[in-house]
């Protein structure tokens, strides 16, 4: 935790910033990024603005699920250096106001971890029990495969144990025993491991599926959070201040019932939201995103959702209808390759069609509605992707710093890297980097940049106001109120690819001035009538709204 901060609320203000240490930066030139150099790269993320990063699995790794498959959870990869070296990396961090959080992949492991491998050699050892075996594939039938692409079934046969053995993603992570108490109390002993070395908190992979049980869906078991609200008691007691994130790809009431009494996770990810903002931009109609919003409200006090656009997976559409999804494939996945199980894997700006004023929107959206938002690396760059590489490492690719050799992300040989850099023509490393984004005042980095701080300046009314929807304007438009005490904060997002004129019922703040924030622009009072507006194709305005004979001051906490 960073000294001297009584805040315990701070991930609600927070801006997060997703990457993997993997593809970030490569400091000694093995052609895979390490720790220190994402050290020397603090500097842009704290430029950037962002409050807080999310480490994706940094573990001992065969890597067959991207470190998503730990074989060794008190270790770091030796690709990304030692955890002296993560250390390092924290406190660089910290020094800077920036906390940092970590993947936890509690749920499973790599079948090349020691306790799988004692486990399946015998069927006497203690290590047996701490996962999940059996005589036949036939129990939970109920649980869904996750993978479809890959899996056919939970159960693989094990030829070493002669048993079955339980996995909820590839074949290749078995799931740990959340019945055996000693693998429970082993998962207490890595928190603390890492806690104690300077993180701030966790992003929970997969956390519905801890628990097996007969007869249910296996997902979201009162067992899965009576452990989690064991896991936050001790978290709280022994390093307050740090938070639980979950990742639980599950509908509202399911995802919300992760926040507990305020006595489970501080966080979780707003999964239903994320593809109904690209189904509301393609079908120019905001009730997609209402309906989502209104179900996902109210939350705790304390707690809040982890809004996104995209990360390191393929964009999933699990928490959307049949058709919801048949549209989604139709609009952006319309190349086969684009599509992974039940997903898009694309990045933000291809699926947008790199198109400049629609990422502006998205992104306006992302900055206002309720929830902490998190950036995916790269993104805020305009990244290309390919995915012609397997699995989702076509969103994974190299960092593009500069238009040196390898975006400048390495000075290993090209064939040695990680994964290739992007050279396709529209999104080509020589002109999508961070170097040339950072000295073009209209790049779509220094906007990325200037709405962050827009963002923290009006940080309690845009990320902590009550949310209140105008539901009788024209469909395409997304217009909503953003309260938190005394500040007022006008959100109106053209949603089309016309021009939309507008006439808002304002006349409650009659004598009131709307002012624009992003530059500052005073409109024309508000009276009793209604008030009139045209928008250009996706646009938006952000408009704070300002009693009469107000100095223009920002009431807010803010800079
Ligand atoms: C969710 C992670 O985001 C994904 O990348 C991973 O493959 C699965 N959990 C399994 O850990």
Known sequence: MMAGENLNLWYRDAVFYELPVRSFYDSNGDGVGDFQGLRLKMGYLSDLGVDCIWLLPFYDSPLKDDGYDISDYYSVHPDYGTVDDFQECVEEAHKRGIRVIADLVMNHVSDQHPWFQEARKDRNSPRRDWFVWSDTDKEFQQARIIFTDTEKSNWTWDHVAKQYYWHRFYSSQPDLNYWNPDVRTEMMNVIRFWLKRGLDGFRCDAVPYLYEKEGTNCENLPE????????????????????????????????????????EFHMAFN????????????????VPIVDIIKQTLPIPPTCDWGIFLRNHDELTLEMVTDEERDFMFKEYAKNPKMRLNMGI????????????????????ILFSVPGSPILYYG????????????????????????????AGFSKADPESLCNPVIVNPNYHYEAVNAEAESRLPTSLLNWVKS????????????????????????????????????????????LSRKPVALQLDLSRFAGWTPVEVQTESRFPPIGELPYFFTMSRHSFFWFKLEPDGSDGSDGSSGE
């Open 379 to 406: 993104d805020e760059i305009g990244m290309g992707d390919n995915i012609y590489l397997g699995d989702r490492n076509g969103v994974r690719t190299p960092m593009q710093w500069s238009p040196d050799r390898n």
């Open 224 to 263: 899965t959070h009576q452990f989690f609200k064991e896991v936050r008691r001790m978290i709280d007691k022994e390093f307050p201040g740090t938070i639980l994130l979950a990742e639980a790809n599950q509908w509202p009431t399911e995802a919300k019932a992760y926040f507990g009494n305020e006595d």
């Open 271 to 286: 999964f239903p939201l994320m593809p109904r903002i690209f189904i509301a931009v393609a079908k120019e109609d905001r």
């Open 345 to 364: 894997r694309r990045r933000l700006s291809p699926l947008l069609d790199n198109d400049r004023r629609l990422i502006e929107l998205l992104h306006a």
């Open 451 to 494: 709405m962050i701080k827009i963002r923290k300046k009006y940080n309690t009314v845009l990320g902590r106001g009550e949310i209140e929807f105008f539901e009788n304007v024209d469909r395409r438009a997304l217009v909503f109120l953003k309260t938190f005490e005394n500040n007022y904060m006008l959100c109106v997002y053209n």
